[in-house]
């Protein structure tokens, strides 16, 4: 039925590893535990789709033998002790199966020791901001102009027409590849959550409390997340880029940042 | 019950029902205040359809085209309040006041006046959440979970959503309390327990969850109503509170508040599938224990909806464990389902089909809850459209879908007549085909990056959100012909007290349409076999 | 099933209803120090104690812990509020002192309250206060810049796999959280 060939379509449309645009499936992300959460996915994933094909297997044969129409005799059973201590076993194997590589990957991802760097995440309704605890760096990162200005109802401009709509920012949060990156997540008011695919994190931000959380990022590039908790009207409106870069530029990103900030306090 | 009680009864009955507004408004008659429920339900699934409108039509196309994110956020808040309160529940207590005394053989629901305040209590509490669209500020845009401290910048529309709130609480638990002294008081003399229909079953497993979590609700939205107003501070970190803690008592409510709105679902399955498919339900007991289960577990998995809040491992591995095993209980009913079907002899009436499509879909959303469980795998899916597409598929092809096949189901044993099956059919294609093409995408949406809750997003989004919202816009007519079917239902056929052809309970040997008074006297014994034969 | 209860009967059930219904309403006000004593005891929600605590000193001379401070203040409230060092290290089991200054940027005076949180969760049991200044509300008169003590023990039985911890002050201006005036 319908819904049979749905599935084996999705299955074949999820194998795919390619990073597209337009994704049909969770990022494979670039850091060895975003790689670990998407393979529980597809785990679990994979057993919905053997148990879906299994039960509504059964029932489309039913579907289509078992009819009235087709001048068949009711049967009269209405139970089985067998069955249903199958059908109860077999479905709590295939949950202990799924829990063992699932608690692992937790336990990994609670380990956040011997950090390289620390980040402060400071929620506002409705914008980040990052402080880099040990080298002294801090700024506001907003939505980016191009964004603002297509943002507005009615702006009479194409979201087509602007990159990374409503997934850039003015300032990014750089940091450098293969540091071990600690971040420690509040807000300024209401509850925000700071989230970004790539790196399979997600974390609330809530006003009184740090919320402490780590990634290792392995490859060079720029990604792109969201607030993922309702934080008031513009909730959709502030988002996150994470530029990870090359330790020697980050470095010189770092003494850049230092130095403008010294360039303003003495102008003051 | 002794014979003089039945005399006087039978005086009353030379009456009739009252006439006028009258009847409808001082109504202690079980079949008149379930009528009402249904009806009120009916509106407010077009109401807060209404508002899906409005959100599908700005998830549309990328950009900002049609409303303010303010006003974005006040429709996708009082969407759910008004579906998930005024809607599915309150569909299914009126199935449960017009089913549940004719299936056990009772002339009515034991507390019948509490009855007519359960139902009227709820047009006040919809009126006054309704109004505070109109309010300064506009209605409350924080959510239906209503975390703290952002749904305390609700400007004058707060006390009403709280006071809504109360009121919702309150109908609901007096209908709680009414449906169990019904059910454990006025059985017929031979139904024992284990011998009642699943509806009956599941809506008195149903009623004590009521019990156990409306309170809970009620004591977490007067405990924001303290902290705005009296100086509380229960949430508010300042005076030593805890925004966390909110969440905790919430969906300490919230989560069996989802099996509240789905038992009643499985009941009315179990009760369709084996009329038309000619053969008694499979494991009958078993599916009491299920769902007994079920109801167990659904107090020690609340924080699965909170994995992103900084919880300690232990706590993790804990909730995903206790929600994982939910699969099982919920695994055995379907298998049941399904063994009821097989090898029986099957037509495929409206009811049935809702209920087949109800098997499925319900299924599917299932599954992805059982992706939701695994806590690593929900950092990714937490607040985004991966959850929505879960609870959508659960909701509409399950409960809704569920309770328009009991609407179906019984129709005639309501009016007397068969509705129109050609337009039930065409209802139930056209709602299947767009109910998928609405939410189906949202899974993809969600595991490709897009959050909740939010009026615009990237352009890579779009073509789903497209898709999703042409389903939105179909479904949403589709309904139009539910209404007509039943504005209809009384044009048809004459209906048999049998109906189908395969039906067996108590509701199936009284006429259709059911007499104003059934069962002022207790069935006899050999029509009590009826229940389990 | 059909007994009619005499009046006796009614009354006492009557008595023992309300007695139940108020049993649970003030259950409700007593789960807020229930709530406190169960994080206390757990250390979930990163609770540290809120009240002074004595302590003795063992000291753990073959670990090293990193302490690091986050000071944030809430609502744009009119204080700037900073830690006096950014990080410590220290020895479990061994007592230390920081300081913490904090000043009243307004012509008024201000009374405010700081709200501490540790993170990771595994160690906020295990961080003991024995002098801080979140334990009281502070005040503030117009312009005063102020120095604040903390005075803290980490516990030796600190889980070995925590070797940082984060302690965050929320510095809130108490006049306008009681006004409620959210943004």
Not at chain 2, 463 to 489: C, E, H, P, R, Y
Not at chain 3, 95 to 110: G, P, V
């Amino acid at each position: 039925m319908i819904q049979k060939s749905f599935l084996s379509l999705l299955a074949l449309c999820l194998a795919g590893t390619a990073r597209a645009e337009w994704a049909l499936n969770m990022p494979k992300g670039i850091t060895d535990l975003s790689v670990e959460t998407y393979n529980i996915h597809m785990l679990v994933f994979w057993w919905c789709v053997a148990i879906g094909v299994v039960v509504f297997g059964v029932m489309i044969v039913a579907l289509f033998k078992h009819r009235k129409s087709k001048g068949v005799k009711p049967a009269t059973f209405s139970h089985s002790t067998t069955a249903e201590v199958i059908w109860t076993a077999i479905p709590v194997i295939i949950l202990m199966l799924i829990a063992v590589p699932v608690a692992e990957t937790m336990v990994k991802l609670e380990d956040s020791r011997d950090p390289d760097i620390s980040i402060v995440v400071t929620a506002y309704q409705w914008k980040w901001h990052y402080r880099y605890q040990d080298e002294g760096v801090s700024f506001y990162s907003s939505l980016a102009r191009a964004s603002l200005d297509a943002r507005r109802k009615q702006s009479g401009v194409d979201p087509l027409t602007v990159d990374n709509y409503l997934l850039d920012v003015d300032r990014p949060l750089v940091v450098p590849r293969d540091a071990k990156v600690r971040l420690l997540v509040t807000s300024n008011d209401v509850v925000h959550s700071w989230w970004v695919p790539d790196l399979a994190i997600k974390k609330d931000a809530i006003p009184g409390i740090i919320n402490e959380t780590w990634f290792n990022a392995r490859e060079v590039g720029t990604y792109r997340g969201q607030c993922a908790e309702l934080c008031g009207k513009d909730h959709g409106y502030m988002p996150i880029v994470v530029e990870v870069v090359e330790p020697k530029a980050f470095q010189a990103w770092v003494d850049t940042r230092k130095e403008s900030v010294q360039k303003v306090a003495s102008t003051k | 019950m002794n014979t003089a009680v039945a005399d006087a009864l039978d005086h009353h009955d030379d009456h009739g029902p009252a006439k006028g507004i009258g009847r409808w408004l001082f109504s202690t008659h079980h079949k008149d205040i379930g009528t009402m429920y249904l009806v009120f339900s009916l509106t407010m699934f077009f109401i807060g359809g209404a508002m899906a409108m409005v959100i599908r039509s700005e998830l549309a196309i990328p950009g900002l085209q049609f409303v303010h994110p303010e006003f974005f956020n006040q429709m996708t808040t009082m969407h759910a309040l008004i579906m998930v309160f005024g809607a599915v529940m309150p569909a299914f207590v009126g199935l449960a006041n017009w089913m549940i005394p004719l299936m056990i053989g009772a002339p009515d629901m034991a507390l019948p006046r509490m009855n007519n305040w359960s139902f009227w209590i709820l047009p006040v509490a919809f009126s006054i959440l309704l109004s505070t669209l109109l309010m300064p500020g506009g209605a409350p845009a924080g959510g239906w979970t209503m975390y703290p401290p952002l749904v305390l910048q609700t400007g004058d529309a707060f006390p009403f959503l709280i006071f809504s709130v109360h009121l919702m609480g309150i109908s609901s638990i007096m209908g709680a309390i009414n449906v169990i002294v019904t059910i454990i008081n006025l059985r017929a003399p031979d139904m024992t327990l284990l011998k009642m229909p699943m509806f009956v079953w599941t809506w008195l497993i149903t009623a004590y969850l009521l019990i156990a979590v409306m309170p809970v609700l009620a004591g977490a939205v007067t405990m924001l109503l303290t902290d705005q107003f009296f100086g509380t501070s229960f949430f508010l970190a300042a005076g030593g509170g805890d925004p966390v803690m909110f969440q905790h008592i919430f969906w300490f409510f919230g989560h069996p508040e989802v099996y509240i709105m789905i038992l009643p679902a499985f009941g009315v399955v179990s009760e369709i599938i084996p009329t038309f498919s000619r053969k008694k339900l499979f494991g009958h007991d078993s599916m009491v224990y299920a769902a007994s289960c079920i109801a167990f577990l659904s107090f020690i998995v609340w924080a699965h909806h909170m994995f992103t809040v900084g919880m300690p491992l232990t706590g993790q591995l804990f909730f995903m464990f206790a929600t994982m095993l939910i699969a099982v209980p919920t695994g055995v009913k379907i298998f049941n389902w399904v063994a009821t079907m097989w090898r029986g002899a099957m037509t495929f009436e409206t009811p049935m089909l809702f209920s087949l499509a109800f098997v499925f879909l319900f299924t599917i959303g299932g599954f992805s809850g059982l992706m939701l469980a695994a806590a690593p795998a929900d950092i990714q899916y937490h607040d985004t459209y991966f959850v929505v597409a879960h609870f959508h598929y659960v909701l509409v092809p399950g409960s809704v879908f569920a309770i328009m096949a009991g609407a179906y189901y019984w129709l005639p044993k309501w009016t007397g007549h068969m509705y129109n099956e050609a337009l039930g059919k065409v209802h139930f294609w056209a709602s299947t085909i767009f109910v998928n093409l609405t939410f189906f995408p949202m899974h993809f949406l969600g595991l490709a990056g897009m959050p909740r809750r939010i009026p615009d997003y990237s352009t890579q989004f779009t073509d789903f959100n497209t898709v999703a919202s042409i389903g939105a816009i179909g479904f949403g007519l589709s309904q139009l012909l539910f209404v007509w079917a039943v504005l209809t239902a009384w044009k048809g056929s004459k209906a048999t007290d049998r109906v189908w052809e395969g039906s067996h309970g108590l509701e199936w040997t009284v006429p259709s349409p059911a007499p104003y008074h059934t069962f002022e006297t207790p069935p006899k014994a050999r029509i009590a076999n009826e229940a389990f034969e | 099933m059909f007994c009619v209860p005499d009046k006796n009967e009614n009354r006492a059930l009557t008595a023992r209803l309300l007695v139940l219904v108020v049993a649970m309403f003030g259950f409700g006000f007593l789960l807020v120090p229930l709530y406190d004593v169960f994080c206390d005891i757990t250390g979930f929600g990163g609770r540290t104690n809120a009240t002074a605590t004595v302590a003795t000193e063992a000291p753990d001379l073959s670990r090293e812990i990193r302490v690091e401070f986050v000071t944030t203040v809430n609502s744009y409230a009119p204080f700037a509020f900073a830690a006096d060092v950014d990080s410590m290290t220290v020895h479990p089991g061994k007592m230390y002192f920081a300081t913490f200054t904090a000043k009243n940027l307004t012509e008024t005076d201000k009374v405010a309250q700081a709200v501490p949180s540790v993170a990771p969760v595994a160690a906020a049991e295990h961080f003991t206060k024995i002098e801080c200044f979140c334990f009281t509300s502070q005040d503030f008169v117009a312009n005063e810049e102020r120095a604040m003590p903390l005075q803290f023990i980490v516990n030796p039985d600190l889980p070995e796999y925590v070797d940082t911890i984060t302690l965050q002050y929320t510095f809130y201006d108490t006049a306008r959280t009681a006004a409620n005036s959210a943004l």
